[in-house]
């Protein structure tokens, strides 16, 4: 893979915690406009993997780089900034406010550089972000809601919502987490349709996710994490046709 399409680099990072090996020498190449899938058994090390591209986690060694750029010493609002968004396994939204202040509010935070007090009293005031945060809602199937409480909303609903606060960021590289753990089949296949959909516009994407339905109708490359070490990588047919895989991993997850 050649360094000119490459958007993230994990080169050899490992990580322990206390006597525990989380991470050992992972190496992970993720090129621009592609969907790469991280599967693996819990415990494997992925949320780890993300949270150490996000630097909510130093790396023990080794490096993340983020197009072209070393991430080690930035702070996790510094490379969002820099055009990394992250959707989490538990949904990371503002439960008292409406849906729609909860899509503005990173816009804001994007513009501004931080999360400041004053977007909050600026929120009705912002014609052009509120219409782009309408736009964003459009597309995550929330814009009916628009003005109830985010608090009220089902657990799927939150997943879209957090999605539509990174969406609105215009992010370089999106990296999910389990984005469709709890959702119900209906919910699951909406939340793929609407990935694609981002696809189409060239978005990178790094996707943790155990659904197997998922992973093989959004995945151009897959990465098969097993204790702490990346075991196989390729193309979803190959890994799927893998028998190490096929044995220890995929049998499990559509258990």
Excluded at 106 to 121: E, V
Aim: charged share 25%; glycine share 8%.
């Amino acid at each position: 893979m050649s360094s000119t399409n490459m958007v993230l680099h994990v080169a050899d990072v490992s990580k322990s915690f206390g006597g525990l090996r989380a991470l050992t020498d992972v190496d992970l190449q993720v090129a621009e406009g592609t969907v790469h899938a991280i599967i693996g058994p819990n415990g494997a090390g992925k949320s780890t993997l993300l949270n150490v591209c996000v630097g909510r986690i130093p790396p023990d060694s080794g490096h993340v780089i983020f197009n072209g750029e070393t991430l080690d010493d930035h702070a996790p609002h510094e490379i969002n900034q820099l055009g990394v968004s992250r959707v989490f396994q538990t949904p990371e939204i503002f439960a008292n406010l409406t849906i729609i202040d909860n899509v503005m509010i990173p816009a804001f935070a994007k513009r501004d550089g931080a999360f400041r007090f004053n977007a909050f009293s600026l929120l009705s005031a912002q014609r052009s972000i509120r219409e782009e945060a309408e736009a964003v809602l459009q597309d995550v199937g929330l814009y009916e809601q628009r003005h109830a409480e985010a608090a009220s909303l089902s657990r799927g609903d939150k997943r879209r919502l957090e999605l539509g606060m990174c969406l609105i960021q215009q992010p370089k590289l999106l990296l999910l987490d389990e984005p469709t753990a709890g959702m119900s089949r209906h919910d699951t296949n909406m939340t793929i349709d609407l990935l694609k959909r981002i696809k189409a516009r060239g978005m990178t994407k790094v996707i943790i996710e155990h659904d197997m339905h998922v992973v093989f109708s959004l995945a151009d490359r897959i990465s098969v994490l097993a204790q702490g070490r990346i075991i196989a990588e390729g193309a979803p047919e190959e890994v799927r046709g893998n028998p190490k895989v096929k044995e220890a991993y995929l049998g499990e997850a559509q258990e």
